[in-house]
């Protein structure tokens, strides 16, 4: 899917770019292998937008400069505590070239082994995937009803790309199991010993007798 962005030239560049996010402006540039790198100002609120709905491997068309153009974000610089994107770097896509981008998994369907107690151990999030810009994927699927039993897995190899999308994780990585839940060993009760009780207490019983 194929988003659009409103962009403008930034002339406020260096460390005095940062306090365009008061006015809700978010600083970015965009370079590519035949694009010299220009300084924009994106709209933040229409770009976390973009973010929630298709991802950090979403192809943007950039509308506002001398042309459109198609872009990827090739890199997002977040507030470490609030997370919010304070710059973007996009990379500008060739006409006819292919890209190399990770898209996250999205794991669907019912599991009979979780249903019956296992655990759903999630080992990837995303793959690493070539393409055709205009055929990129937000997302991959990952149908989880193949785990039947404790000890099933899912591999790269199972997942099942859209047409001229090849996936370039190695085929051999797990991507999700199906855990047995491990059971926390009882701790053995130990039973009084009722004759050295009994023992004991006569042996009161008798001091007890003699101090009379």
Do not use: W
């Given at each position: 899917?194929?988003?659009?962005?409103?962009?403008?030239?930034?002339?406020?560049?260096?460390?005095?770019?940062?306090?365009?996010?008061?006015?809700?402006?978010?600083?970015?540039?965009?370079?590519?292998?035949?694009?010299?790198?220009?300084?924009?100002?994106?709209?933040?609120?229409?770009?976390?937008?973009?973010?929630?709905?298709?991802?950090?491997?979403?192809?943007?068309?950039?509308?506002?400069?001398?042309?459109?153009?198609?872009?990827?974000?090739?890199?997002?610089?977040?507030?470490?505590?609030?997370?919010?994107?304070?710059?973007?770097?996009?990379?500008?896509?060739?006409?006819?070239?292919?890209?190399?981008?990770?898209?996250?998994?999205?794991?669907?369907?019912?599991?009979?082994?979780?249903?019956?107690?296992?655990?759903?151990?999630?080992?990837?999030?995303?793959?690493?995937?070539?393409?055709?810009?205009?055929?990129?994927?937000?997302?991959?699927?990952?149908?989880?009803?193949?785990?039947?039993?404790?000890?099933?897995?899912?591999?790269?190899?199972?997942?099942t790309a859209p047409a001229g999308v090849e996936i370039l994780t190695p085929e051999d990585e797990i991507v999700a199991i199906a855990q047995a839940v491990e059971e926390e060993p009882e701790e053995e009760s130990v039973a009084p010993d009722m004759d050295?009780?009994?023992?004991?207490?006569?042996?009161?019983?008798?001091?007890?007798?003699?101090?009379?």
């Open positions: 899917m194929q988003h659009t962005l409103s962009v403008s030239p930034r002339t406020i560049l260096g460390k005095s770019s940062l306090k365009l996010a008061k006015d809700g402006a978010l600083p970015a540039v965009v370079y590519g292998p035949k694009q010299e790198a220009i300084s924009i100002t994106v709209p933040r609120p229409e770009f976390e937008a973009l973010l929630r709905h298709g991802g950090e491997s979403a192809l943007i068309t950039l509308e506002g400069l001398e042309k459109p153009m198609q872009v990827l974000i090739h890199d997002l610089d977040r507030d470490p505590v609030t997370h919010i994107p304070r710059h973007a770097d996009f990379y500008a896509v060739q006409k006819g070239a292919k890209v190399t981008v990770s898209v996250p998994l999205s794991f669907i369907g019912e599991s009979m082994a979780v249903k019956l107690g296992s655990n759903l151990v999630k080992v990837l999030h995303e793959v690493e995937i070539e393409s055709d810009p205009s055929k990129l994927p937000s997302e991959i699927e990952v149908d989880i009803s193949s785990l039947a039993a404790d000890g099933d897995q899912i591999r790269v190899s199972d997942l050295a009780i009994e023992v004991e207490k006569k042996g009161k019983d008798t001091e007890e007798e003699e101090a009379v």
